[in-house]
């Protein structure tokens, strides 16, 4: 292997995924088999505390393919996490992110490098849209990415996915960002080189189903609305100074309707202001005790997740056995 060579890595979070892994992995070696003469390869692969199979079958994947590595996690740590233990342990001077269950095409990987020669350090994928995604999911997922780019100072493209492409310079200025709940399309795009984008189409499941709930949709969701932006602060703000206008001016009518001698029904009034006043503040608490909530999560600096096997640091150990009858 010519040691001057480039060096790609390809970074494949995987939860549950037993039955899709074996099809995802045939579809990737077509790719990365046509880019043999070009590059390096490197194929890690992170399972997120798979409770099927998946551990299981990586390792079979491994044991056949000298190109492939793995991390296993503890427990599920959650898909951004996840990649996050991939994206630290890659070797590679080109690092590809992407999902292994199909629907991040490989075929899709050649264009991106293709844009990586012409000088960009970072290379979005940008999903076109998927007639088999429900009209609940599209219609949440533009609704949340206006509403982003609305309130964050940060230029969060929509419909972009984890399947990327980073130089090596933009992936060690992303690994210097400590935050412990990542958004990492946000933070992509926060890091601020050069970036490009390629559209897909999304391949469908070869095998077994989505394992991106709604709760995890609304993790994500909320990890990159009080990541990226203070609106929310703010707009708790704006909504309790307005509250205690119109409880100001309400008192005053009531105060002038009395003066005037006309009779007025105050305590429909004073009770609406209270209700609003005490709502205003009871919601603005709640955005507060958000953040201060993740605060908490940050100084505490415990781990982003815990390996429970690296396949590299156990052939290290092992090379390090004398074989049986040695001297």
Known sequence: MDAKATLLSIVCPAYQEEESLPFFHAELCKVLDGLAGDFDIEILYVDDGSRDRTLNVIRRIAASDHRVVFLSLSRNFGHQAALSAGLEHATGDVVVSMDADLQHPPAAVPLLLEKWRQGFDVVLSIREQDANLSRFKRWTSALFYLLLRTISNVEIRAAASDF???SRRALDALLRMGERHRFLRGMVQW???PAAEVRFHPDRRRAGESKYDLRRM???ACDGLFGFSLAPLR???AVGSLAVLSGLGISAW???ALVIGRGAPGWVFVLAS???LGGSIL???GILGEYVGRIF???KARPLYVLKEDSRETDRNESRIPHRGAA
Do not use: D, K, P, S
């Open 164 to 166: 990327r492409l980073l």
């Open 254 to 256: 009531i105060v002038v």
């Open 235 to 237: 707009l708790a703000l």
């Open 297 to 299: 999560e940050q100084v």
């Open 274 to 276: 209270v209700h609003l």
């Open 191 to 193: 890091l601020g080189f």
């Open 218 to 220: 609304a993790t994500l």
């Open 283 to 285: 919601g603005g608490l």
